[in-house]
């Protein structure tokens, strides 16, 4: 069965740099979620999108930016990177008829 | 409080044993609970969820739910050592538009020994 895809899976970034990950989530799944999981934590929500509109927001700092196209697939657009925006983010997708949300391999980010 | 609350471990079992796994969650309005399994450096994987009072089993594992308790929890019976990881207990906040996202645990480290 097809699952959620993000890219890239791994990700190294200077201080105060840019960087953007995708999601594509599993097919006919019109919502995707973005937690981030800092080393030895639980995943932390970010934000939500559900039929290409944002629905939630979570502890998504203001110089991270997220949108979900008309394919359903998701960018997660983050600035000015920090040091402490190191971790792995995960993309989750949910489409059926319980909340159940299905994760992503995820994007392991290091800022140096 | 954080709204989820799990005993961080590590939980060491036997192989062949059961593992008993622990959750207790802060919102009384909160309605849907999942259970995740995550190895190390990897994402999240689905074992178990549970929606109302009472237990629901999958093969080895089984969830239980009291929402008069606040708890949830899982067995692993015969376990092995393949099991070895980081249980995230989830939970869902009550729905506002659309959104279902989760509240997690800070997790359980379990350790299967051979």
């Known amino acids: 069965a097809a699952g959620v895809i993000q890219s890239p899976r791994h990700l190294i970034k200077e201080k105060r740099e840019t960087a953007t990950l995708k999601c594509y989530p599993i097919?006919?799944?019109?919502?995707v979620y973005w937690y981030q999981q800092g080393p030895g934590q639980d995943p932390q929500f970010l934000i939500s999108f559900y039929e290409k509109m944002q629905s939630d927001k979570g502890s998504i700092p203001d110089r991270f930016s997220a949108q979900q196209f008309s394919d359903y697939h998701s960018e997660l657009n983050m600035s000015s990177l920090e040091l402490g925006d190191s971790a792995l983010y995960f993309c989750?997708?949910?489409?059926?008829?319980?909340?159940?949300?299905?994760f992503g391999p995820g994007t392991r980010l290091l800022v140096l | 409080q954080k709204e989820v609350e799990q005993n961080s471990g590590p939980l060491s079992v036997p192989e062949g044993a059961i593992a008993s796994l622990n959750c207790t969650y802060s919102?009384?309005?909160?309605?849907?609970f999942f259970w995740y399994r995550q190895y190390s450096g990897k994402s999240p994987e689905l074992i178990m969820s549970i929606y109302s009072n009472g237990d629901q089993e999958d093969g080895r594992f089984t969830a239980q739910l009291n929402k008069a308790s606040q708890y949830v929890s899982l067995l692993i019976r015969d376990s092995q050592p393949s099991d070895s990881a980081t249980y995230l207990c989830a939970v869902n906040r009550p729905p506002k538009a659309g959104s279902y996202q989760l509240t997690f645990g800070k997790g359980t480290k379990l350790s299967v020994i051979p």
């Open positions: 919102d009384r309005g909160s309605q849907s």
């Open positions: 097919p006919r799944h019109d919502t």
């Open positions: 989750a997708s949910r489409g059926d008829r319980k909340e159940t949300q299905y």
